[in-house]
């Protein structure tokens, strides 16, 4: 079962998944409320086949939600990470994007931790189930070119949510806004920031606000392009086909960079 429930006096929700799947999210939202800079859900109670949460009653995020969610994720990206990951990027352990196993081992390259911790991976559950020709033959060629993608950008390491799309933030009646589902790793920032422009959902006051705070990078709209390519590849593995092609043309933009 997932969704509300009550529970003792209170209402929660209840989400139900695979174990390892509920560990890493409530492990995730540990980490995101141990930085004490954005709302997260409370967790209520850990069964074995199952995650109890607090029920919060959320709404779309508007302009003045937005906003303070931008400041807040800025905040969230400046946040100490663990000393064991103090200039490296990945996580204490593998977790999940989705029901996808996410791979974290750190590393001190930031070009070598997306190459082989995020494209390779994905790149090789698309041939699995099926996706080869073009896909894989522009892909390999994008693996190879990737340091020159990336050569120069030497990210901080910041603590991130790793899935932050629309359907995972949304507002409080205050205001206040709130973040859930994490997929947490140690990386850069922007990877956050691409994936809330992939598939909308943030008020054009949160993009102002967060670039207040922290202006991006030069060279980060085509960054962006990059990082969301992890997750199209994701919604192609999960989903199907109907990610193939936004898939192919992702890429092919990215090689032309290179040309």
Known sequence: MTGRARVGTRDA????????????????????????????????????????????????????????????LADL????????????????RDNFIGATPQLNPPSTSWCAFWRE?????QLARARAGGHDG???EQGARLVEVLDALLGGHTPASSLLHGDLW???????????????????????????????????????AFHAA????????????MRREL???YHLLNHLNLFGGGYFARCERTIARLLAEVR
Do not use: C
Not at 13 to 37: M, N
Not at 176 to 182: M, N, S, Y
């Open 227 to 229: 990082y969301n390519l």
């Open 13 to 72: 929700f209840i989400k139900s998944a695979p174990s390892a799947q509920l560990d890493a999210e409530a492990e995730g939202l540990a980490a995101l409320r141990a930085t004490r800079t954005v709302r997260v859900p409370a967790q209520l109670a850990r069964r074995d086949d199952a995650l109890v949460l607090e029920w919060l009653d959320l709404r779309p995020l508007d302009a003045r939600s937005g906003a303070r969610l931008g400041a807040a």
């Open 210 to 221: 967060y670039r207040h705070a922290w202006p991006v990078d030069a060279g980060y709209a």
């Open 134 to 136: 073009r896909l894989q």
């Open 77 to 92: 990206h400046r946040s100490a990470v663990p000393a064991e990951l103090a200039g490296r990027h990945g996580w204490l």
């Open 166 to 204: 629309g359907g995972n933030a949304g507002a409080l009646a205050d205001g206040t806004p709130v973040i859930f589902d994490p997929a947490v790793y140690v990386g850069d920032r922007e990877t956050d920031l691409a994936m809330s422009e992939l598939f909308g959902g943030f008020p054009p």
């Open 117 to 121: 911790r995020r494209l390779l991976p």
